[in-house]
């Protein structure tokens, strides 16, 4: 009776009577057809036309295959349930745009043979999900099947007889969103990118085919109250108030982003959950003007678009971090999505800039706006900046931090992870750093154990390495402790935890720093790291400056590992190969790793030169005699060659209960194919040395090899920017005031 009242009120809030509505009316609407059709021709837009008629005929010459659902992702049937709703969506909109029936029977004749087959569809043959679809293996993608279907739909709804129309929706329409929502609430009910795109399919098909019932489950869930039901211990991703489940669009909206826009799983999935989050957002916008979806939560949604292009390189292309397949980038569909949308919404000039780098616009209103802002050429760029992007619901549950240098060739951008767990797609390296030199890659994130839509790798699904190494801790730049994961590499110990971001500071462009904490990962273990990027011109080329400390009242063996990638070039201490690479253990990732060659350090600090991308770099470390460099190469029990064969090295100190690895992370160089030269390809750093190091205070030492100093001072406590702070070095007193302070001394 509850869920009835509350349904009830929840329909007199948002649903019209269902009239009669001028069509199209989703994304792409009637007015739009007229604003396209009526104003200027415009170069990109025009290309876009062309470009889907080119698909569109040259499907249509092929003939429609419509065939009985059998492969995993990557196989035919799979790839041509997917041609076909991307065909189905583009000749709606070309029928529209050019009024030539040729397009909208294309879709009525594919539609027909679906509603034709999917009365006899069971469940995909394939068992490999927990929520199996009829068209694709996994309920998520005939999700996708929906949303663009319902726009297909939409865009040839008065071209179909009414007949057609009764037949399409009560034999598929309507009976494939009850199968993906009601049948499948372990797939519809959740916070979860994969329950995005239901939500988004089962309210699009619903006002598509003025379903009000349908519109109410999309935006509010399934009623719902039994978390035997749906609890799904793999990825999680339930949440519950007052017993009652909470989920549908309204929920992913109110969870799933933190209010600066961060999406818990990370930028990969941010960019795939953002389409079901615009278009349906658009849909509502033009079907339910008075929920105001884009201005809920402060906007949130248009936060989120700008959180993403804070997350790329200079190419683009999406931090890696959690489950995350390189070379994703705001090229992606999904993003053009976006950035058409969200400049329809603000008309901010620096989208534009982003829009000309895709090359290609939405075939609707928004993507015609795009391209005659383009046109009038009145253009800027999203300043990438360093920024900090608070996780969780609430902003507290950790952050992701983003600092920037802007030295042309010599952009240096470094990612530190102090986020939650990132649900099921989360991986195990809490205080874990990537390093970017502009595009190029200096410290690895490993990304996902995965190749996506490929057919020969288990059809593209996440594969059994991605959990044995992928997500382990070893894959990625933070701290181990005793030769074990964070949280022992298991999602039930890190869900709900998060790091504790402490400073983020940026007001010095010289001196951008960022701390964080973590009590939670290892048990008795705090871990303190501090990053600062540093762009002091006596000290030539930016550089980062990394202090990892780790405090326990038990002695342990701490290893910091550095995922460099490729080429080893030379070390002090030197390395010494061995006679046949050893595999390093048995778990924690230690599995797929061969240790290569070690050194043994007998001296105060130690220096690490690798080469990459025609340049040279350099980790100039502090170290005490005892430890050890251990050179290591991934694909150890590998039979089915899943994992890369990159390098990574580790330094490690045992029998410590307190530890610092305090580095310096140094680009430095380049080299030329064509001339034969390189060109400075060894450090330009002579040392590093920790001064001070207390509870209150840290003070590093840092000697070019032109024997300039610098002296770095960090307050570890009290880190408010107008705090005033003091400390001896040799008889000296230095003061400063805020969170740190830089000095050169020639």
């Not at 929906?146 to 009560?170: F, G, H, M, N």
């Not at 190969?577 to 001296?603: D, L, T, W």
Request: some cysteine.
């Amino acid at each position: 009776m509850k869920f009835i009242i509350s349904t009830l009120v929840c329909l007199l809030v948002y649903v019209a009577p269902s009239l009669a509505k001028e069509r199209p009316c989703l994304v792409l609407t009637a007015d739009g057809v007229k604003e396209i059709t009526t104003g200027p021709k415009l170069p990109l837009f025009d290309k876009a036309v062309n470009d889907a008629k080119n698909i569109v005929d040259a499907a249509i010459a092929t003939g429609i295959d419509v065939p009985v659902p059998k492969d995993m992702a990557g196989g035919y049937t799979h790839e041509q349930h997917k041609r076909n709703y991307k065909h189905m969506s583009l000749a709606g909109a070309l029928y529209q745009i050019t009024k030539e029936d040729k397009y909208a029977d294309y879709v009525k004749q594919t539609l027909l043979k679906y509603e034709e087959i999917f009365p006899t569809l069971g469940k995909h043959p394939a068992e490999k999900s927990y929520s199996r679809g009829k068209l694709f293996w996994q309920c998520l993608n005939d999700a996708n099947w929906l949303v663009y279907t319902a726009q297909a739909y939409d865009a040839v709804y008065d071209y179909l007889s009414k007949t057609e129309r009764k037949k399409i929706e009560d034999n598929l329409l309507r009976p494939y969103a009850d199968y993906i929502s009601v049948e499948n609430p372990k797939f519809f009910n959740r916070v979860h990118n994969h329950s995005t795109w239901g939500n988004a399919a089962v309210g699009m098909i619903g006002l598509a085919i003025n379903d009000d019932e349908l519109v109410e489950r999309a935006l509010y869930g399934l009623p719902k109250d039994d978390k035997e039901n749906l609890a799904y211990d793999n990825d999680g991703g339930f949440i519950y108030e007052n017993g009652q489940a909470k989920a549908g669009f309204f929920a992913q909206i109110d969870n799933a982003f933190s209010p600066d826009g961060y999406y818990e799983e990370g930028p990969y999935y941010q960019r795939y959950a953002m389409t079901p989050f615009m278009l349906f957002a658009s849909a509502l916008q033009n079907n339910r003007p008075k929920l105001n979806i884009f201005a809920h939560r402060d906007s949130v949604l248009l936060k989120a678009v700008y959180a993403l292009i804070y997350q790329t390189n200079e190419a683009g292309e999406f931090f890696p971090i959690n489950d995350a397949q390189k070379g994703m980038s705001i090229r992606s569909l999904s993003v053009i999505s976006a950035v058409d949308i969200a400049y329809s919404l603000n008309e901010d000039k620096g989208l534009l800039g982003l829009a000309v780098i895709q090359d290609q616009v939405l075939l609707d209103q928004y993507g015609y706006r795009v391209a005659l802002g383009i046109s009038k050429g009145d253009i800027s760029n999203t300043s990438k900046k360093s920024v900090q992007l608070g996780d969780g619901k609430d902003g507290k549950q950790g952050a992701l931090t983003v600092l920037r240098t802007e030295n042309g060739d010599n952009d240096l951008t470094l990612v530190f992870k102090s986020t939650g767990q990132g649900l099921g797609h989360g991986h195990f390296d809490k205080l874990g750093i990537l390093l970017y030199s502009g595009s190029d890659e200096v410290l690895q994130d490993y990304g996902s154990a995965r190749w996506v839509n490929m057919d020969q790798k288990q059809g593209g699904r996440y594969l059994p390495e991605n959990k044995s190494w992928a997500k382990q801790t070893l894959a990625h730049n933070t701290i181990i402790v005793d030769g074990k994961s964070h949280f022992e590499g298991k999602y039930k110990n890190a869900t709900g935890k998060h790091s504790d971001p402490l400073v983020f500071d940026v007001s010095d462009p010289s001196m951008q720093l960022a701390i964080a904490a973590d009590t939670n990962a290892y048990p008795g273990v705090n871990l303190h790291r501090t990053v600062a990027l540093i762009n002091e011109p006596a000290f030539g080329s930016p550089f980062v400056l990394d202090l990892f400390g780790a405090i326990s009242e038990e002695e342990h063996t701490y290893q910091m590992p550095y995922q460099f990638a490729d080429r080893y070039m030379t070390s002090d201490p030197k390395m010494q190969a061995q006679p046949m690479p050893i595999v390093m253990g048995k778990k924690h990732g230690y599995q797929h790793v061969y240790q290569e060659a070690e050194a043994e350090i007998s001296q105060s600090g130690y220096s690490f030169n690798w080469y990459n991308h025609k340049k040279f770099y350099t980790i100039t470390g502090v170290s005490q005699p005892g430890d050890k460099l251990v050179l290591a190469r991934m694909g150890a029990n590998d039979i089915n060659f899943n994992i890369r064969s990159d390098a990574f090295y580790l330094h490690e100190t045992k029998k410590q209960k307190d530890a610092l690895f305090a580095a310096i992370i140094e680009p430095h160089g380049t080299y030329s194919y064509v001339s034969e030269i390189p060109n400075t390809p060894t450090s330009q750093i002579k040392s590093i040395e920790v001064l001070v190091k207390t509870t209150k205070y840290t003070v590093v030492q840092i000697v070019n090899i032109t024997e300039t100093k610098m002296l770095v001072f960090i307050s570890n406590e009290k880190n408010h920017e107008t705090q005033n702070h003091s400390t001896k070095l040799a008889g000296q007193t230095y003061t400063w005031t805020g969170t740190h302070h830089k000095l050169i001394i020639n």
